[in-house]
């Protein structure tokens, strides 16, 4: 008998190139000393972390995949797709996102006017002057909120001023899932349902499915286990792909740190490796 493959895979990973809290490097290095044997960076609308978390990868030894996770819409509904083994060289995809993060800033600066008015003097320039790769979002303003001491936390911001249905929230306008889907593909990726967990996403999957996707987010630290088996059994059925992480964004939020409390099997990572390099067979035959 062989031993068990105990090997594990975190495909989900922020950084400070969107709205994590540590550098790319930082996280490759977090990863290794976990004992991690793949990861991939999915900044949100970003590919700026990827060149970092590479050579990071390299260095230690573990295996990487290039990812994004992109803001998208279907109907009214906010959907994250998730798009591993993209290359992080495509101008298509890169020029997308760079739209996206100016739409993102032009909805910054609208919160920033609207808090400077509740008495809040947040300054938008000095946030952009701060943030990597050109993602500034709602996270960065409650920093600078609370930095303002208008709030204890980061969460207390939000709940006061930046979150849906407070005074500052903006509603915010993002790509269609179709077109973020093709994207994906276009650059090289595959594109994946990211934790339909959340947002009651998975009552959705009539709907979702009939759009092209590779593959569903069925490991995650907010999936209970019962929703794992569910969305196991779903794609199993449809011929899909898993993929899983942690969704750890290093404890910006006070939150403990995610990495390492989802373990998500190596085959996981193999299966979609092989699905983008064309060798693998299918593991599902
Ligand atoms: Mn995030
Ligand atoms: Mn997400
Ligand atoms: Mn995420």
């Known amino acids: 008998m062989t031993d068990p493959d105990t090997r594990w895979v975190d495909l989900h990973l922020h950084t400070n190139?969107?709205?994590?809290?540590?550098?790319?490097?930082?996280?490759?290095?977090?990863?290794?000393?976990?004992?991690?044997?793949?990861?991939?960076?999915?900044?949100?609308?970003?590919l700026g972390g990827l060149p970092e978390a590479q050579a990071a990868c390299a260095v230690h030894g573990i295996e990487f995949l290039p990812g994004v996770e992109i803001s998208s819409h279907i109907g009214t509904q906010e959907l994250h797709i998730l798009g591993l083994g993209v290359d992080p060289a495509n101008a298509a995809l890169g020029d997308r996102l760079i739209q996206m993060a100016e739409v993102r800033l032009d909805r910054a600066r609208t919160m920033a006017a609207k808090l400077n008015k509740l008495g809040v003097p947040v300054d938008v320039a000095a946030i952009e002057a701060r943030v990597h790769g050109g993602v500034l979002g709602r996270m960065h303003l409650a920093q600078a909120v609370v930095e303002l001491g208008h709030a204890a936390t980061v969460q207390d911001a939000f709940d006061k001023y930046l979150k849906t249905g407070r005074p500052a929230?903006?509603?915010?306008?993002?790509?269609?899932?179709?077109?973020a889907v093709d994207a994906i593909h276009a650059a090289g990726g595959l594109a994946f349902v990211a934790h339909p967990?959340?947002?009651?996403?998975?009552?959705?999957?009539?709907v979702l499915l009939d759009l092209p996707?590779?593959?569903?987010?069925?490991?995650?630290?907010?999936?209970?286990?019962?929703?794992?088996?569910?969305?196991?059994a779903l794609i199993e059925n449809r011929g899909l792909l898993a993929s899983g992480g942690?969704?750890?964004?290093?404890?910006?939020?006070?939150?403990?740190?995610?990495?390492?409390?989802?373990?998500?099997?190596?085959?996981?990572?193999?299966?979609?490796?092989?699905?983008l390099t064309g060798t693998c067979s299918s593991a599902r035959s």
Do not use: N, W
Request: some cysteine; hydrophobic content about 35%.
């Open 17 to 46: 190139f969107s709205d994590g809290a540590d550098a790319p490097k930082a996280v490759a290095e977090r990863a290794a000393s976990l004992g991690v044997s793949a990861i991939a960076i999915t900044d949100h609308d970003t």
């Open 169 to 179: 929230y903006v509603a915010r306008e993002s790509i269609s899932a179709r077109d």
């Open 246 to 275: 942690s969704d750890c964004h290093g404890g910006i939020k006070g939150d403990p740190l995610l990495m390492g409390t989802v373990r998500t099997p190596y085959e996981v990572y193999a299966r979609i490796r092989g699905r």
């Open 213 to 232: 996707f590779d593959g569903i987010e069925v490991f995650h630290s907010k999936h209970t286990a019962d929703q794992q088996k569910r969305y196991a």
């Open 197 to 206: 967990g959340i947002g009651r996403i998975d009552s959705r999957f009539d």
